[in-house]
């Protein structure tokens, strides 16, 4: 059985560590987040199945983090915040929160949510659709999950990494237009600097390279990007 992963953002540090002991009680791996400029980074490199998010935050607030946390993953997130206002539950739920606990909480009540997601994302009340992929050779794209499985290799992606996956695995073996990539990747394309995408496509193959896919990406002079597949991954 997976164990499932809990990552608390929160910055008061007793409350955290109190809630974190109460949860490991049920058998749940929980982390609380150490530095709150960097709670992407700690975010996936932990891969929880759930957060719990504050709204006072130092630097920016729990409605910031919401959003760009909503950028890579659809894993449920519970704002737990003091601020018990009709338009702050408001924000929570418009900024991609998908329920809103108050300060001073019951840790029973707590509990009793986070099992009511954890169900309903991922066990007995999960939609049972079959998970979309995309296949080219022995590569495949699991988009759900943001990973590229080849042979015994699994590599995490982040959204605009998966993206670009999408259109050259989708596509191949054509060419993707760089217009194409740039209209996926950037809903205004006017304030995008030309070099930025030769950024993230470097990203791309860099990764590739790093987690043994011998596969890569070839620049196709004055129309884009094609996905060349490695004889092994062919």
Not at 9 to 17: F, G, H, S, T, Y
Request: proline share 3%.
């Amino acid at each position: 059985m997976t164990v499932q992963r809990i990552f608390i953002v929160e910055d008061d540090l007793k409350i955290a560590e109190l809630l974190a002991d109460n949860l490991r009680k049920y058998h749940y791996e929980v982390q609380t987040a150490k530095d709150f400029d960097r709670i992407l980074e700690e975010f996936e490199a932990f891969q929880p199945h759930i957060i719990l998010l504050d709204i006072n935050l130092p630097s920016y607030d729990g409605y910031y983090w919401c959003r760009q946390l909503r950028q890579k993953t659809t894993c449920p997130i519970l704002f737990i915040s003091a601020r018990s206002g009709e338009m702050d539950q408001i924000f929570a739920l418009e900024n991609g929160g998908d329920d809103f606990i108050t300060k001073p909480f019951h840790y029973e009540i707590v509990l009793a949510k986070i099992r009511s997601h954890l169900r309903r994302a991922y066990g007995e009340y999960s939609p049972k659709q079959e998970e979309r992929s995309v296949k080219a050779g022995r590569l495949t794209l699991y988009l759900e999950r943001m990973e590229l499985h080849a042979k015994s290799v699994v590599l995490p992606l982040q959204k605009k990494e998966c993206t670009i996956l999408e259109l050259l695995l989708s596509q191949y073996p054509k060419v993707v237009s760089r217009e194409q990539l740039l209209e996926e990747l950037w809903d205004d394309q006017t304030f995008v600097d030309e070099n930025t995408l030769n950024v993230n496509m470097a990203r791309v193959r860099k990764k590739l390279a790093d987690y043994g896919v011998h596969s890569t990406i070839e620049t196709v002079r004055g129309a884009g990007y094609r996905l060349l597949l490695a004889k092994e991954e062919a």
